[in-house]
């Protein structure tokens, strides 16, 4: 008998026999493995006996529908792991700001303080590489004689021109030349920036870093973090 409205079977809810009450199952429009079983079993019940369901069929039906069924986990674990990533990486990328990197770039950002600093790809051996400093109009400010280099060789300019005058601080362009068996050769550049912010992308694009005075470059295009 009940006693104050609990049922024969006060212990009921611990084993999670609760009432349906305003906890009705709601359809989450998704077909269950034992929904589409009974579909089969109702298929095989209506069958045409003289055309029966091969063995084949049945088997192949089950297979399609654990494939589909598989590939909706694969996905939502994919999604999950995409979530994660997401996060591992504005994780990682917040610890770059302030840092500086090198990348390549022809252009580069020059403070009083600490100048502009490049480096150069040389191909090949030269006895007279030379980097000439322009400034943002396409005027070249300084020629920095570098002589000898061969292979990853790095520059430094202290921010004045030809003439000893202190430039303003902000963005120029640099360019690398030499001679190699009788014929002027231009060779690739990158430049050190600082890392001012980092920007987070979603799907298949990734951390893109805002680099002062050569804008965002991606993160993949980073040769150095410094």
Do not use: C, H
């Not at 091969?54 to 792991?81: H, M, N, P, R």
């Not at 640099?174 to 068996?181: C, E």
């Not at 009788?182 to 870093?209: C, M, P, R, Y």
């Amino acid at each position: 008998m009940a006693v104050n409205g609990v049922g024969d079977n006060p212990y009921a809810f611990l084993n999670g026999q609760t009432s349906n009450t305003g906890n009705e199952t709601k359809d989450t429009g998704q077909l269950a493995l034992e929904d589409f079983m009974s579909l089969m079993t109702t298929q095989l019940k209506n069958q045409d006996p003289l055309k029966p369901m091969e063995s084949g069929d049945f088997l192949g039906q089950i297979a399609s529908f654990g494939t589909v069924s598989g590939i909706a986990d694969l996905q939502d674990s994919f999604s999950s792991f995409a979530k994660a990533m997401q996060s591992d990486q504005a994780l990682q990328g917040s610890s770059l700001v302030g840092r500086s990197v090198l990348v390549p770039s022809s252009i580069g950002y020059m403070t009083p303080e600490s100048g502009l600093t490049g480096q150069i790809n040389v191909a090949e051996p030269v006895t007279d590489l030379k980097v000439k400093i322009y400034n943002e109009a396409g005027v070249a400010v300084k020629t920095l004689d570098m002589g000898s280099a061969s292979g990853y060789t790095n520059f430094t300019w202290d921010g004045f021109d030809d003439n000893g005058n202190a430039m303003p601080e902000g963005v120029y362009q640099f360019k690398a030349t030499g001679t190699v068996n009788g014929e002027n050769n231009a060779f690739a550049t990158a430049t050190i920036s600082k890392v001012s912010s980092v920007l987070v992308g979603s799907g298949s694009q990734g951390l893109t870093v805002n680099l002062a005075g050569i804008g965002s470059v991606p993160f993949s295009e980073v040769q150095e973090i410094i």
